[in-house]
């Protein structure tokens, strides 16, 4: 497994790393134990977690991905494995407990209430990677980054970086830590595939220029890429089979990554796949793999079983010309003829 580094961090993690949005959820901790032990033997290094993970996001859930990690990080030595988690921040809906909509949740005491609380359930007396899970417009960015810098100072945090932001909220932000001689963002975590490439519109640069890392979630486009939605399917406990259900952001979310276009992609996707003897899985995780800007693609299972594909990617090449017939792909989802 190659590794690569976390912007200016110091810390290089495996190039796949893993997400755990589903231990405790769809995964049972025998399960995600097992998954761990598989990925871990593989020579993946770097797992992400969240406060409020699982999803999908129950009150009685929020911290037990953490626990469960915790648990399976106390039987190896603690340098072996780099840990991210996140803090969270206001959302409109979509994550309900325990964020508090509207309310500010990035001000020094959150952020210090959640790192303690994140710090037990994993654990741990430190955490590699901090990030902030969602913008917090309510809170001014100095109280975020000088409490962000405080935990580093204090050695409970190695790093600190972003997740969901736009070019405008990263720049403010490395723009306000430089001025202020604080921590600055390491990395920013963003869904990015091969059907939500808009992240290479503005941020690629930003984060080229400024040695950010990219962390993409959502390599298969929350399993579109997988195939699993084609022919009209909905399979039960997928995760948009769940979404157009759940809210109106989530069934929004639903339609913009399964709808004709994106089928019909997935489709030709799929056939490049085949020509690289690959299957759609481990093809489009390899694609993000050939980003510059990316740190380590994170990949997600709901059964141990699917994790040879996913892992397969560190392995695989993708020849130029197929990557060119990607890009002409992405131009008539981004660009449809009118």
């Known amino acids: 497994m190659k590794r690569r580094a976390l912007g200016r961090s110091g810390i290089s993690v495996s190039e796949i ?105 994993l654990d741990t007396d430190y955490i590699d990677l901090y990030q902030v899970h969602w913008p917090d417009p309510a809170t001014p960015i100095e109280d975020t980054l000088e409490a962000l810098d405080r935990l580093i100072d204090e050695g409970k945090v190695r790093a600190v970086g972003c997740s969901n932001e736009n070019t405008y909220g990263l720049m403010k932000n490395l723009w306000t830590a430089d001025r202020l001689g604080t921590a600055r963002y390491q990395t920013i975590q963003n869904n990015f595939s091969l059907l939500s490439r808009r992240f290479e519109d503005e941020l690629a640069d930003a984060c080229r220029r400024e040695q950010v890392s990219l962390l993409p979630y959502s390599p298969l486009a929350g399993g579109v890429l997988s195939g699993k939605y084609q022919g009209g399917a909905w399979p039960p406990n997928a995760r948009f089979s769940y979404y157009r259900e759940y809210d109106r952001r989530t069934q929004r979310m639903t339609q913009r990554f399964v709808n004709e276009r994106t089928l019909a992609s997935t489709e030709r996707l799929s056939a490049l796949a085949a020509d690289c003897g690959m299957s759609p899985v481990t093809f489009s995780i390899a694609w993000t793999l050939t980003r510059d800007f990316v740190g380590s693609t994170l990949i997600g299972v709901s059964r141990i079983e699917q994790l040879d594909e996913h892992l397969a990617a560190a392995d695989a090449a993708i020849p130029d010309d197929i990557l060119a017939a990607c890009d002409e792909i992405w131009k008539e989802i981004r660009y449809p003829m009118e």
């Open 17 to 121: 790393g893993l997400g755990t949005m589903t231990f405790g959820s769809t995964l049972d901790e025998p399960a995600a134990q097992k998954t761990l032990d598989k990925a871990f033997d593989a020579g993946v290094d770097f797992i992400d977690v969240a406060e409020i993970y699982p999803v999908p996001p129950e009150p009685k859930w929020a911290g037990v991905s953490e626990e469960i990690c915790g648990r399976w990080m106390s039987g190896r030595p603690r340098d072996s494995v780099v840990v991210a988690t996140k803090v969270a921040g206001p959302s409109d809906g979509w994550f309900r407990a325990p964020v508090r909509s509207g309310k500010t949740a990035l001000d020094r005491h959150s952020i210090g209430r959640a790192v303690e609380g994140s710090l037990r359930r």
